[in-house]
């Protein structure tokens, strides 16, 4: 019985491997972010103080144009500009 049910798992992992190979193949090894407003180079994010540590929100405000009102992390819109992080653009 037990055996059955590890024979049973094995085949599982080794198509649930082959699916991540698959979509590794698909999407690159380092999939893209998703285009929200938390991944923008415009989104200044709020965070809130507990005793002496800052802890990151769901929201913040875009510093973009004219949309400079509060803005969720979720939320994105056409002006979205992937935030960098090397060296020179912290
Ligand atoms: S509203 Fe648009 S430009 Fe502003 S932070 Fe969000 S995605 Fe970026």
Redesign the pocket.
């Known amino acids: 019985m037990v055996a059955e049910k590890v024979k049973q798992l094995e085949r599982e992992n080794i198509l649930l491997k082959a699916q991540v190979e698959e979509l590794q193949n698909l999407c690159g090894t380092t999939a893209s972010v998703p285009?929200?407003?938390e991944y923008?180079?415009?989104?200044i994010q709020h965070y809130i103080k507990i005793d002496a540590q800052y802890s990151p929100i769901c929201s913040g405000h875009?510093?973009?144009g004219k949309?400079t009102k509060s803005?969720r992390t979720d939320?994105?819109?056409?002006?979205?500009?992937r935030k960098t992080y090397g060296r020179n653009h912290i």
């Open positions: 285009m929200n407003c923008c180079r415009n989104f875009c510093v973009a949309q803005r939320d994105t819109c056409k002006a979205f500009v």
